[in-house]
């Protein structure tokens, strides 16, 4: 009697679908797999709808992060995901696990946005050469810098370090400080650590510190979030906001 062959094949297949990044891959390497530009994802499952309500995800802040990484197929290192990207896989990871449709309240009333049909913002794709470090001049001090823009691994690394000073009981919380001496790579070519850190801490002033940060605002990819609703019989734009019912539409 011949052997039946055994099929290593999965029984049953994810459906899945690829998302184009806002970056279009250019502010990795040429040779980190996010340079494509594209992510691979998964359709939700029951699985994940566990990872949403896991009470302890949910305690640590890390339960969006850990959906996300769940869902993705592509082979790619998570922490590198610069923020704009991370919300455009936010956005897919609703649209393919409770539709497109997204409703949230604003002055009291009910508004319902199709999450598909938003676009990713225009870049200048000139200033981008798959590297995460830009130039910017700060406008009243005039000190030229390079900064870098805020990926996941970086946002980890930020808050260890609040929580390490968060120990030491200081009166003000040295959050914008701490972050600027993550975002700022170097001063006036001066790249070492020491100097960046000082530079924030004595001569940064605070419309610097607010200029840079409106410039990463507006020069990073990203989703625009931009909507028009009507507001006592004008149009009016704003941000969608992104609340609890996000992913638990009902």
Do not use: C, W
Request: aromatic share 10%.
């Amino acid at each position: 009697m011949a052997e039946q062959e055994v099929s290593n094949e999965p029984k049953f297949k994810f459906p899945t679908e690829v998302v184009e990044l806002p970056s279009k891959g250019l502010v990795y390497p040429k040779e980190n797999p996010l340079s494509s530009g594209k992510v691979e994802m998964k359709y939700m499952t029951a699985r994940e709808e566990d990872i949403l309500t896991n009470s302890n995800y949910i305690r640590k802040g890390i339960v969006i992060d850990k959906l996300l990484q769940s869902l993705i197929v592509s082979k790619i290192n998570y922490n590198d995901l610069v923020v704009g990207d991370k919300n455009a896989l936010l956005v897919a990871a609703r649209v393919l696990g409770y539709g497109k449709d997204y409703s949230f309240t604003y002055y009291g009333e009910e508004h319902t946005v199709d999450m598909s049909s938003l676009d990713n913002k225009e870049i200048d794709e000139s200033k981008f050469d798959h590297k995460n470090e830009f130039e910017f001049t700060l406008p009243h001090s005039k000190t030229n810098i390079t900064f870098q823009l805020m990926t996941q691994g970086l946002e980890n690394k930020i808050d260890r370090e609040l929580k390490g000073l968060e120990k030491l009981k200081k009166e003000v919380s040295p959050e914008m400080s701490t972050r600027m001496k993550h975002l700022i790579l170097s001063v006036e070519g001066d790249s070492e650590l020491k100097t960046v850190r000082e530079f924030v801490d004595t001569y940064l002033l605070a419309r610097d510190a607010k200029a840079l940060r409106d410039h990463i605002v507006d020069f990073q990819p990203d989703v625009d979030f931009t909507y028009e609703i009507e507001v006592d019989g004008e149009l009016e734009e704003i941000k969608i906001p992104i609340t609890s019912n996000f992913f638990f539409p009902d």
